[in-house]
């Protein structure tokens, strides 16, 4: 497996390094992953990573290197997403992208996810298939078939911090900038999602989703289908978000909330009291469609 670091110009191999603990106490570890430390790569760290263990991964390009993150409780920094680059090469982890994580209680920051593919045209730069909390925090997912994807695990609570999702897709239709799978809560804050391929910048069926302060915008050339699709209806929350639909667009609504039934019970959408804004630069289309009523209490409204 050829790994290259960027800007370093040398590779250490897998030094024969212990993380500084006494593995006798169990206690948690920080595990650093780069020349000159315990771990070569960060798939190495994800070999012998335990619950509660900080995992640190040194600047440079990763290419090549693809991993399963099963522990529970774990942390996982880089140095953030201009200096620590993930990128696949055509490699995937048990044929499902660049990183899936099936561990409870994960926090990743501060990583770029590049090039995500499969056979199934389902390649995610992070494929998540755990309940439990996952937090994604200053990272940046580009050019996967899937930019982020989770599957059916019903008590996760998902949330994005400050993440830029772009240019992800098959160009099927079926695969998105984000698409979330029916998980407990999906938030989304202070991010960006664009240039989907053909999918949409954002697919939700969490059965409650909050975005909150998000950019989706299209500008001249993009070809994201809804910018946001909730298909399921789910108690929605957008609040503070801007929306540019742009002139190529495939789809002519930008936001579409329960449009494939099978709602979920109590079902409501809050768009009141934002400052949501809308362009669209198609010659036609619609801002919001909607099968569900507004919301009408204030848990959902001030969440």
């Not at 191999?13 to 169990?26: F, K, S, V």
């Not at 990573?49 to 995992?55: A, L």
């Not at 630069?281 to 919301?295: I, L, M, Y």
Request: proline fraction near 5%; charged fraction near 25%; aromatic fraction near 6%.
């Amino acid at each position: 497996m050829n790994i290259v670091l960027r800007p370093l110009s040398f590779v250490f191999a897998a030094a024969a390094l212990a993380p500084a603990a006494d593995p006798a106490t169990n206690a948690p570890r920080e595990l650093r992953v780069g020349p000159g430390e315990a771990f070569a790569r960060p798939s190495d760290a994800a070999a012998a990573v335990r619950d509660g263990d900080t995992v640190r991964i040194a600047p440079g390009t990763w290419t090549g290197d693809v991993c399963v993150w099963r522990a529970n409780d774990i942390r996982i920094y880089g140095a953030g997403p201009d200096k620590t680059v993930l990128d696949t090469d055509g490699r995937a982890a048990a044929g499902k992208g660049l990183w899936v994580v099936q561990g409870t209680n994960v926090t990743i920051r501060g990583v770029t996810l590049r090039g995500a593919a499969c056979p199934d045209r389902n390649g995610a730069g992070i494929r998540h298939e755990a309940d439990g909390a996952l937090t994604v925090a200053d990272c940046r997912f580009e050019n996967n078939e899937n930019g982020f994807l989770s599957g059916v695990a019903t008590n996760a609570v998902l949330t994005f911090e400050r993440c830029v999702f772009r240019d992800n897709g098959a160009g099927d239709g079926l695969s998105h900038n984000v698409y979330v799978g029916r998980a407990k809560r999906l938030v989304l804050r202070d991010c960006a999602s664009d240039h989907a391929r053909e999918g949409h910048a954002l697919k939700s069926r969490a059965l409650e989703t909050v975005v909150e302060n998000c950019v989706f915008d299209d500008g001249d050339d993009g070809r994201s289908s809804y910018l946001v699709d909730c298909p399921n209806g789910g108690r929605v929350r957008i609040a503070g978000c801007r929306f540019v639909q742009s002139p190529v667009a495939p789809n002519g609504t930008m936001v579409s909330v329960g449009e494939e039934g099978g709602l979920y019970p109590d079902s409501a959408l809050d768009l009141r009291d934002n400052a949501n804004r809308f362009e669209n630069r198609r010659a036609s289309g619609t801002e919001v469609r909607s099968f569900v009523p507004e919301a009408e209490d204030a848990s959902l409204r001030d969440r």
